[in-house]
């Protein structure tokens, strides 16, 4: 028996309540065994116990349901991300932009979000004007197709490639929501690829090339590519022709083909303007999650009327590429917390060293450490507080920093740190340039 709980017989408040019980069994004792010791593991490794732990995140009655506050250090890993990101994306080339939190009810109509998904928005924004509407932004894609449109294309413009960290703003039911993997407000790492048809196949692998490099700068090694297609028996819950629809799956099929994906194909589980390509990664407790997404669109280019001049010079329509190789950050940092357990990739914590001075008088030294660290990019603290070493090993084990440098008198006189690996214990005593010549050459051959 796993749990009990009351419920209304049919549902129905009027009738009488019973008592539900919640079991589970397996052919063999192991199987059962096994089973809850990876129940026990995953309460362990639950991003929310360990972000509150690690000082990570917070929710607030007063601020809301579904709506994260990031804490110092949850917002300096969330930065990291960010960064490492960015990176990347301008050695591929695109282009960094910024639009509103807020849009005009005419710019979901013009999409289709409004009619698909007007009954999961917040209520509308009303201004003293008649008519005039806003809602939060439920998505980045319409306004990305905006500017697009802010000045004529030729085909030698294309692809166009645009990235935006945007917070979009969906109202979640609120049994719905939990922790930060179902939320109301979350931060998607956006970016739509406007390109010519004959470039659609070149893009898509070269976003798939990105995802794979995030995933394995971050530890996620198994997974499989999930092509999601339109179910064919039910096509009103789709937008666009027949024709597009055909041309954008086999997109999607040849893409994932040639750069030798495991794949598995999902009938009716596209987008409503088009098919994808869903990331589904296995994390250390073998649960499956969908993280990246990379979609291929022939029906928003039609909607907003987006075009480029060809070499014959008539006007043609764009195709659209969605990608996000992270899905969202608030959903991407509580599934890296739990395949993890918090022992975040060394380039990636919000602390990579702590100083531990094992008495005052030796606290001067520790914070010339710290300098120096700090000075070579290294990130990290220096714990000052009256208390024995013994005590602020512990504590910084607890926080799950991945290295302790403890100092006293030895260390002061010849400018060495001991070092201590979390999870590792004692690695000796070295120079202050020699740690960080480590450290530095760990993180190098971590995200390059």
Known sequence: IMNVAGAYWRGDEKNRQLTRLYGITFPKQKDLTEYLERLEEAKRRDHRKLGKELELFAFSEKVGAGLPLWLPKGTALRERLEQFLRKAQVKAGYQPVVTPHIGAKELYV????????????????KTPNPGEEFFLKPMNCPHHCEIYRTKPRSYRD???????FGTVYRYEQSGELHGLTRVRGFTQDDAHIFCRPDQVVDEFKKVVDLVLYVFKSLGFTDYTAQISLRD??????????????AIAEQAIIQAATEKGLPTITELGEAAFYGPKLDFMVRDALGRRWQLGTVQVDYNLP??????YVAPDNTKQRPVMLHRAPFGSLERFVAVLIEHCAGNFPLWLTPEQFIVLPISDKFADYAYQVKAALEAADLRGTVDARDERIGRKIRDAELAKIPYL????????QDNLVSVRRHGEGDLGSMPTDAFIKSVQSQVTQAIG
């Open 110 to 125: 013009t999409s289709g979000h409004y009619e698909k998904y007007g009954a999961d928005s917040f209520q509308p924004i």
């Open 405 to 412: 440098l403890v100092v006293g008198e030895k260390e002061a």
């Open 158 to 164: 294309l692809p166009v490639r645009l990235a935006e």
């Open 232 to 245: 064919p028996e039910n096509k009103t819950k789709y937008i666009g022709s027949d024709e597009n629809w």
């Open 302 to 307: 039609e909607r907003f009327d987006l075009e």
